[in-house]
């Protein structure tokens, strides 16, 4: 839960939830003008299913649209799909990227903070150092 927290506040400060609203209702709109417009899709429940297929890019084909303008909705919806995707999970990539450059930085600071008094430590504060600083040097 916390992680869904972290991830909300993050889309909310870059602004991609913008992004993600819109995709949302973007989805919905789709769906509600496939339902209405195709004679094949006799529920919203079916254009709810056939919108997520065109989104996931699954094409299952149990429920296809014949006319223009479902069709037109259809690479609409893929194509902003694609595109909202590909920001949301740039923008979280580049984020979790971030707090790990920024835990390494930290553990660097701190081995760094630790050689400045190197000659006030004891044996088993010295041993310490040296197996964190192995161990950053088996992550390299």
């Known amino acids: 839960m916390k ?22 209702a973007m989805f919905f709109v789709c769906a509600v003008i496939i339902w209405i417009r195709e ?4 529920s919203f429940g079916d254009a709810i ?4 297929a065109v989104v996931t890019t699954i094409g299952f084909g149990d429920v296809i649209v014949t006319t223009h303008l479902a069709r037109i909705v259809s ?6 799909s694609v595109m909202a995707v590909a920001i949301i999970t740039g923008v ?4 979790y990227n971030q707090v790990v450059e920024m835990r390494q930085s930290e553990t660097i600071t ?21 197996e964190t600083i192995r ?4 992550r390299r």
């Open 3 to 24: 992680r869904l927290r972290i991830i909300h506040r993050l889309l909310k400060q870059t602004g991609a939830h913008r992004i993600l609203l819109g995709y949302i």
């Open 39 to 42: 004679p094949g899709i006799e």
């Open 49 to 52: 299913w056939y919108c997520y």
């Open 75 to 80: 690479y609409i919806l893929s194509i902003y």
């Open 92 to 95: 979280v990539v580049n984020y």
């Open 110 to 130: 701190a081995v760094l903070d630790r050689l400045e008094h190197l000659t006030d430590m004891n044996q088993e504060e010295l041993e310490k150092l040296s």
């Open 135 to 138: 161990t950053m040097r088996r």
